[in-house]
């Protein structure tokens, strides 16, 4: 799901958010790649520059009441680089079964340690900045888009007991920034058990808006809270799926990602990926801040101070009940939770994903994998998922408008919003 990346370009990043519009787009729709060359310094200054959202959501404000220490977040990906400047003393494997361990501090697309800097990266050495930068991740490697080799994929833990070992350890949150239009056998149950253990589960509702927009798993399950992507206006990326299973947008447009597996440079990207990730440290800062919380107050505390303009139990088809708004809650000494035993999203878990129709979605009323497809789709394997796979997690896309009038860090945005079914 990381969708749309385009290398950082020295000689233009200082002007490239003065020259946004139908020049950007054009550009982002092209997906053109070239070379950085710069110097670690100059890394470092440019690519945190282009964390646009840092300033938007008014992250040294945040950090002032909390940086996310003390929390562990889990995330479950293409594995992460735990050698990573950012990451070096934020990643530890401690406590991971073994048998589901396996190269689990190796990361074969460089997407799983995009995440993890995002949620916590230190920032060292021209690096990510991440919104929760003193939380702890814990990695696990499945088999997602781009681990071609069979023995590999064979050896990656599935899905459903990666959930239910970390639904036993101390991380508090767990980061799916993928997804698939495939409801894999036991991760529905699994993804209940880690509720019901206190979890908190985070997944991207998917980038194929313009093409399918098929009902994306993890995100669709009950106790899975689904992430939109917007951008730096506000914009709701215009690629970023909808539906009664989209619960929070989040900062995932034009977001700084490593380029690939060999960590030379960092291009921009767009996708419900990096907007999972954001939400996710997000809710690090809060739950850092209240640890004595549960995890229905954590998210009952984004969902009731996110940014919206429409009442707060009529969510949006594509913002669901808005745009994360921690410093909302971080800021206000005198912010009282829902009780801990309320389960803010109860209404969307009883009633489960909806069609257009207004009906359920079921494992056999998913639709089935579609051919591979490049350029402005998503890609999913013609033949579906091998085991373990997570179906489509790399997904190139165009940028675009789409849901509410909402606000970020005082900025406003207004575009189309749609009530949902349920």
């Not at 020295?10 to 003065?18: E, K, V």
């Not at 110097?39 to 959202?53: F, L, T």
């Amino acid at each position: 799901m990381s969708g749309i990346r385009r290398r950082l370009r020295p000689s233009t990043l200082a002007g490239r958010f003065a020259r946004r519009g139908a020049a950007l787009c054009a550009a982002l729709g092209a997906a053109s790649v070239v070379s950085t060359g710069l110097a670690p310094g100059a890394v470092a200054a440019d690519v945190q520059s282009q964390q646009w959202y840092l300033s938007a959501m008014k992250a040294d404000e945040m950090w002032k009441a909390s940086t996310g220490k003390g929390v562990k977040v889990a995330v479950v990906d293409t594995g992460v680089n735990a050698d990573a400047a950012s990451l070096q003393g934020r990643v530890t494997t401690e406590g991971v079964p073994k048998d589901l361990a396996y190269k689990a501090t190796e990361d074969y697309t460089g997407h799983g340690t995009t995440m993890a800097e995002l949620i916590a990266g230190s920032g060292a050495k021209g690096t990510l900045k991440g919104l929760a930068p003193d939380a702890e991740i814990v990695p696990y490697r499945i088999a997602l888009k781009g681990l071609e080799d069979k023995a590999e994929r064979a050896k990656a833990p599935d899905d459903a007991s990666v959930i239910r070992a970390i639904a036993d350890s101390d991380a508090k949150i767990i980061n799916m920034s993928f997804g698939g239009n495939l409801d894999l056998p036991g991760v529905r149950e699994a993804v209940k058990y880690a509720h019901d253990k206190g979890k908190l589960l985070f997944a991207g509702t998917g980038n194929d808006a313009e093409g399918k927009n098929f009902i994306g798993f993890p995100a669709s399950y009950p106790y899975v809270v689904g992430i939109a992507a917007s951008d730096e206006s506000g914009k709701v990326g215009k690629f970023s799926e909808y539906g009664n299973y989209v619960d929070l947008a989040s900062p995932g447009l034009d977001i700084p990602s490593w380029c690939d597996a060999t960590f030379r440079s960092y291009c921009s990207g767009s996708g419900t990926s990096q907007a999972t990730a954001i939400a996710s440290a997000s809710a690090a800062l809060i739950w850092s801040a209240h640890p004595d919380w549960t995890a229905n107050q954590v998210l009952g505390s984004l969902i009731d101070t996110a940014g919206r303009d429409w009442a707060r139990d009529d969510p949006s088809t594509y913002l669901g009940y808005g745009l994360i708004r921690p410093r909302k809650v971080l800021e206000d000494s005198d912010y009282k939770p829902v009780p801990a035993d309320t389960d803010p999203l109860a209404r969307e878990n009883a009633t489960g994903v909806l069609d257009e129709s207004g009906k359920p979605v079921t494992a056999s009323t998913s639709p089935s994998p579609e051919p591979s497809k490049e350029g402005s789709g998503g890609q999913t394997s013609a033949a579906g998922p091998e085991p373990g796979e997570s179906g489509n997690t790399t997904l190139w896309v165009t940028l675009g408008a789409a849901a509410a009038v909402l606000a970020i860090g005082g900025g406003a945005f207004a575009v189309l919003r749609n009530r949902r079914n349920a």
